[in-house]
């Protein structure tokens, strides 16, 4: 297992914040019938926020819940739920050595707002017009060389938010309660030597060591091959007298370097535009089954849905991935977007039995995760893969954790689904556009006779693909 043997993982440290609560004082030890307000704040609707900063990384903003206590008080009374991840920073090996040579790299900052209002106008984490009162910023170093090799709290407690340099009469000061911990996260690291539909060699990286450890073979079926070979015509229309109005029968299948299939993406529900339109919509969209060998046949994996969607400002890539197990999609899914024109990430991330998926997120990830405590197997981040805006030279880079990694297969599961969002950007390009001449290409498949059930079809054509080999 070259994966496994040969090289080790590439070094990242991973930055987790969370268990954010701001708590006022109230205004008189005897409000206890109904909650006080304070700076603005309507306790039946928190509109607290923090805007969280990393240097080199996009600012993070997270809304914070709200408690209040009262002189005669010894508990405090909450207004939602404290055990919340807010943010999270993943930095690599050339990131963390970065980060050393400048001290000042090393410092995570949280500013802590208020939207000053009845709670209604700006309770979208301080996106929403309006006015918003800083009540305070709290800084605090990251010792990221210790972080390489185990896991350390860089801070766990309440801190005071200052009003004004001078203070105040203790006490009168909001309080942030923030944990910080920062813990190792190696990663498999593996890049892809060109366009995933060009057939490509994958190395693993580790370092400015490459290591060739999978090829890549790209196979497209012709939408209309069935009926050429039904009819034992060899006549073929040009693509302009016969436009597509479906895109189908693509697949990668994944090889080791003995030539072995490892894993396979392939194409199960065609893309097609919809009604009246030039785009695959939401309601109706493509679809990839990423399968694992098992013994003499193919077992799914996992489940990719790509979709095109118009956003305010440009056109975006929705997908929904759902993760397999015994045959059953699970619970674990994710669900986000990749811009198409300047591209961004497929991210995988599960914390604390929840996933989240986003492309270079502005919002943070939320799930419930004891923040105290070390990680263990499951949670955390899972898988990244880089992603390209539409028209750009692709060369996938793809992250996996190496607690996801257990034997050969597991790598190449993540390197198809990986292929697989990638060729999705060209599969849901307009269909007024043409594509590149790989992705129209006419793979030897073999004969596919009409009236046969598309699920069928894919069974017998993965048990021929695994007994080529």
């Known amino acids: 297992n070259p994966i496994l043997n040969q090289m080790d993982p590439c070094s990242f440290v991973r930055i987790i914040l969370g268990n954010l609560t701001v708590r006022f004082p109230a205004t008189s030890p005897s409000s206890s019938s109904s909650e006080p307000s304070v700076s603005g704040i309507n306790p039946s609707t928190p509109n607290c926020y923090c805007k969280i900063r990393f240097k080199n990384f996009p600012r993070q903003i997270a809304s914070v819940p709200v408690m209040f206590r009262t002189e005669s008080e010894s508990e ?19 990131q963390i050595q970065v980060a050393l040579k400048k001290p000042n790299w090393s410092v995570l900052s949280i500013e802590t707002y208020s939207r000053v209002g009845d709670g209604v106008s700006g309770a979208s984490c301080g996106l929403a017009s309006g006015s918003e009162k800083l009540l305070g910023r709290f800084e605090v170093s990251i010792d990221l060389k210790s972080a390489e090799t185990k896991t350390c709290l860089a801070h766990n407690g309440w801190v005071a938010l200052r009003r004004s340099q001078r203070g105040g009469k203790s006490g009168s000061d909001p309080e942030l309660h923030v944990t910080v911990r920062v813990e190792p996260d190696p990663r498999f690291v593996f890049q892809f030597d060109g366009e995933p539909e060009c057939s490509p060699q994958v190395f693993q990286v580790q370092g400015n060591t490459k290591q060739a450890v999978f090829t890549c073979k790209f196979g497209a079926r012709s939408s209309n091959s069935g009926d ?19 895109r189908k029968g693509w697949s990668v299948t994944v090889h080791d370097l003995s030539g072995s299939p490892v894993a396979m993406a392939s194409m199960v529900t065609p893309f097609v535009p919809s009604p009246g339109s030039n ?37 975006a890539l929705g997908y929904r991935f759902e993760l397999f197990q015994d045959g059953i999609a699970t619970a674990v899914s994710t669900s986000s977007s990749v811009g198409l024109k300047n591209g961004g990430s497929f991210v995988i991330d599960v914390t604390g039995g929840n996933t989240t998926a986003a492309s270079t997120p502005t919002t943070s990830p939320q799930g ?6 070390g990680s263990s197997a499951g949670r955390g981040f899972v898988m990244s893969a880089s992603v390209e805006g539409v028209g750009k030279r692709s060369k996938p880079e793809v992250e996996v954790g190496v607690t996801h990694v257990t034997c050969t297969e597991d790598a190449a599961a993540h390197v198809a689904l990986a292929a697989a969002v990638d060729l999705s950007l060209d599969a849901c390009r307009l269909f007024s556009q043409k594509l590149r001449k790989e992705l129209r290409q006419q793979s030897q498949l073999g004969v596919v006779a009409l009236g046969i059930r598309p699920t069928l079809y894919l069974h017998v054509q993965l048990m021929n693909d695994r007994n080529n080999f």
Do not use: H
């Open 76 to 94: 405090t009374r909450s207004s939602g739920n404290i055990s919340t991840v807010a943010a999270c920073f993943s930095l690599s090996k050339a």
């Open 368 to 373: 419930s995760w004891d923040l105290g405590s």
């Open 279 to 315: 785009r695959v919509n939401r309601s109706s969209p493509g679809a990839w089954l990423i399968l694992r060998p098992d013994g003499c046949t193919w077992k799914p994996w996992g489940r990719l849905e790509a979709w095109r969607e118009s956003g305010y400002s440009s056109d």
């Open 228 to 246: 050429r070979n039904q009819l034992g015509s060899s006549s073929m229309r040009s693509e302009k007298e016969q436009p597509s109005k479906e």
